[in-house]
């Protein structure tokens, strides 16, 4: 049974997952090709290497446009989703991380998850986070993901919404959620950032269990996050082997 470990060292953002991705072994022309099955305009990727700290890993990006195309609600989103060119199975698990996310949301404004206007998390640039993961992680041949407790973060950021404490009140949500393990920021820095994004909790508390796994890692890729603070290292790693312990992993969900 091979086994993906998510190591959150600097949070989790989509991005991050995408860039670990492809760090792990996964070119990204191969993700860019998986992704053509999307009912929607061109969205290149790119991803080029760089370090955050003293760690090297890959940063992914996706190109939006200027003007990108904007869906107002979680169930456009999923319309969108719904009429794309992928195996049931990706669609599936990628719907379940969009209820996820309009379930916090809706949580958020104490609103039906149908209302939630979407504002940065309306663009196609959240489909392509969720839906990459999904495929890329399947593409990896992982059979099971886990993940460690995902930093808090700290202080506040600028949001569509206006400043924002980190987390935001949609990750919140979504710890809250899911009963997802957090820890302080790193050396509990005061001033951290947002290291959780809400897409990045949505995807990870829907795909992942929150467990440490025994297992022999046979390769390790790091997705840098966008920004480079000097308090810790922005880096998602994902360790990638073998169980060593089959029998408890198989009674795992």
């Known amino acids: 049974m091979v086994l993906g470990y998510l190591h959150c060292i600097g949070g989790v953002s989509g991005d991050m997952l995408l860039g670990a991705i492809v760090d792990a072994g996964i070119p990204v022309e191969d993700l860019q090709a998986e992704l053509a099955g999307f009912a929607v305009g061109g969205f290149p990727i790119s991803a080029c290497r760089s370090r955050r700290g003293g760690v090297d890993g890959t940063l992914v990006s996706v190109d939006i446009g200027n003007e990108p195309r904007q869906f ?53 640039d959240t489909l392509v986070d969720v839906v990459g993961t999904v495929l890329g992680m399947e593409k990896l041949g992982i059979d099971r993901l886990f993940s460690s407790p995902l930093p808090t973060g700290s202080g506040i950021f600028q949001s569509a919404h206006g400043m924002l404490p980190a987390p935001s009140p949609a990750t919140a949500a979504l710890f809250g959620i899911s009963n997802a393990p957090t820890i302080p920021p790193p050396g509990d820095i005061l001033d951290a950032g947002e290291m959780v994004t809400p897409t990045g909790a949505a995807i990870v508390t829907t795909i992942a269990e929150f467990n440490q796994p025994a297992m022999h890692i046979s390769r390790v890729g790091y997705g840098l996050g966008s920004r480079d603070p000097s308090g810790y290292p922005n880096v998602t790693a994902l360790w990638i082997g073998e169980s060593s312990n089959p029998v408890s992993v198989s009674t795992l969900r």
Not at 83 to 88: L, V
Not at 92 to 112: D, K, N, P, Y
């Open 72 to 124: 107002d609600t979680v169930g456009a989103l999923i319309d969108m989703l719904e009429a794309s060119d992928f195996t049931g199975s990706a669609i599936t698990r990628s719907r379940e991380v969009l209820e996820r996310l309009a379930q916090a949301e809706a949580s958020v404004h104490g609103i039906q998850a149908e209302d939630v206007h979407l504002h940065e998390l309306g663009t196609v």
